[in-house]
């Protein structure tokens, strides 16, 4: 295993669980499985509001070799950190939605404070032959900030969610400082090579940056940079393994029974507008309005959690996902049968790999989602025997690794009712053939693989050390 002698530092907004009691996921597995082999340190913000905010006191919590510790955020700095700049401005941006993208100055300011301060905090943690990864839209100046406060380590960045066309990030008010300070990272990873190609494209264009091999960008003080993408895994035996457990099977034969002998189609998504659930529904509807013979014959269950309820276009999302789902049933319910049904509470991962298990069908149809961990837990959840389809978005990370599965336009609802028809009507041999393909791969790009494959290019010596640093 590469780096083994190095410390490992793992920096995220969230922190932990350290320990797998079937309730993290995919992100929170890899890392941690990372940290209890090497120790090492998980820090980031403690889930607490506080006065004291950023300047409360460090919160430790060891386990092992391996030690949480957290700072907690003030009200301001949630409203503008988390939810004015990350979750207002950012996310939307960087997930092609200039159009409900918000850009107000004083997130900005909070969200670069906060920055800078979490690297104040974290910087006297730090050992020099420490390998320092950061983790999302969250922290996008911490590496910058640590490097001002005098850190001269290894520090890795990667990048969860897409990174939006140059044209479109150039609308972000002041992207260069956003970009140029992503380059203070030695390796920065992205989910697909699309990802990298926008950032890489971004960098050339708009400061000069020079584009090496495909990997690495020389920037214009001559400093050189990894990028590279890093396509994000689960632990699929794991999931798999669940996904036989008593409290799995307990759910499949709940879903099983409500079901009775229909066809199941179901959606797991936190309920976020990029994940294209209204877009779903719309298909579905339309899926019931071409083909009467099918009504009373599919159903539709979409597990959706609710996140972010306080940024507003999360709110609006719910309204409309139940008004929405609400005219589908009171167009075509009957006696005996609801078309489509919402959860909104959360599962552990064994009831969930349950749900996935009793699904026929598995829509996927983000209209952009970096990678889209759904995917692959529906494919490594199903029975081999007798599996199910995955219908998945073209605009998933996870398509690049996942081509059998049946790809569709999410904004086009008959492209949508063109894929569910040939779902419903898959023979068993063309479904284990496609789906034994996807478990191939869910089964070697692992959360384990990500997380070693990433810190072996972070530990690798580089062109960096043989440099004069200039930040
Ligand atoms: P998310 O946008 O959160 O992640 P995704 O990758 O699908 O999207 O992960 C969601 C996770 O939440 C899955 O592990 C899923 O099982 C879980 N989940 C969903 N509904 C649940 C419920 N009701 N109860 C319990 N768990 C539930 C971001 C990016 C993605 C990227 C990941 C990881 O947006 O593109 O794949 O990070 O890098």
């Known amino acids: 295993m590469a780096g083994d002698n190095h410390r490992l530092v793992v920096v995220s907004n969230r922190v932990g669980p350290l320990s ?10 890899g890392l941690a499985d990372a940290l209890r082999r090497r120790g090492g340190l998980w820090f980031g913000w403690s889930g607490e509001i506080t006065e004291a905010g950023s300047h409360s006191e460090l919160r430790v919590e060891e386990h092992g070799h391996t ?6 955020l003030s009200e301001e700095e949630i409203e503008g950190f988390y939810f004015g700049y990350a979750n207002r401005s950012l ?15 004083e997130s900005e300011r909070v969200y670069r404070a906060v920055n800078q301060r979490f690297a104040e905090r974290l910087k006297p943690l730090l050992q020099t032959d420490d390998l320092v990864w950061v983790h999302d839209y969250h922290f996008f100046f911490l590496g910058q900030d640590l490097r001002k406060a005098g850190y001269d380590g290894r520090l890795g960045f ?14 972000l008010p002041a992207s260069q400082d956003l970009v140029r300070a992503m380059l203070a990272y030695d390796v920065i990873g992205f989910q697909t090579d699309n990802d990298r190609r926008n950032f890489v494209d971004f960098c050339v264009q708009e400061f000069g940056a020079e584009d090496l091999d495909g990997d690495r960008v020389r920037t214009p003080d001559g400093r050189i940079v990894r990028a590279s993408a890093f396509p994000i895994g689960i632990d699929a035996e794991g999931f798999a393994e669940f996904a036989v457990s008593d409290e799995a099977r307990e759910h499949q034969t709940m879903v099983e029974n409500i ?3 229909r066809h199941q189609i179901v959606g797991v998504d936190r ?14 509807e339309l899926l019931l309005e071409d083909n009467p013979d099918l009504r009373g014959q599919t159903q539709f269950l979409q597990v959706a959690p609710v996140s972010r309820g306080e940024v507003e276009a999360y709110a609006d999302l719910r309204v409309e996902l139940e008004g929405l789902a609400g005219n589908i049933n009171g167009r075509f319910a009957t006696l005996d049968w609801n078309p489509i049904q919402i959860l909104v509470n959360g599962f552990t991962r064994r009831a969930l790999a349950g749900i996935y298990r009793a699904a026929q069908i598995c829509m996927v149809t983000p209209l ?8 692959k837990e529906f494919v490594a959840a199903q029975d081999r025997a007798n599996p199910g389809v995955l219908i998945l978005s073209r605009f998933a990370g996870a398509r690049a690794e996942l081509p059998e599965a049946l790809i569709v336009n999410p904004y086009s609802p008959d492209d949508l009712v063109r894929a569910l028809k040939q779902a419903l009507t898959m023979p068993l041999e063309e479904r284990q053939r496609r789906h034994e393909a996807m478990r191939a791969r869910v089964f070697s790009n692992t959360a384990h693989n990500w997380c070693e494959t990433f810190l072996a290019v972070l530990d690798a010596p580089a062109e960096r050390d043989l440099q004069p640093p200039s930040w």
């Open 91 to 105: 996310w939307p941006l960087l997930h092609y939605r200039l159009d409900i993208a918000a850009f107000e100055r």
């Open 158 to 171: 990667f990048l969860h969610i897409p990174f939006c066309p140059p044209d479109m990030m150039t609308a």
């Open 259 to 261: 079901s009775h002998g």
């Open 271 to 284: 309920m976020d507008y990029s994940k294209g659930i209204v877009e779903r529904f719309r298909g579905f």
């Open 368 to 375: 952009r989602d970096g990678m889209n961990l759904v995917a």
């Open 67 to 72: 030690a949480l510790k957290t700072i907690d």
């Open 20 to 29: 797998d009691e079937g309730k993290a996921g995919g992100l929170a597995v």
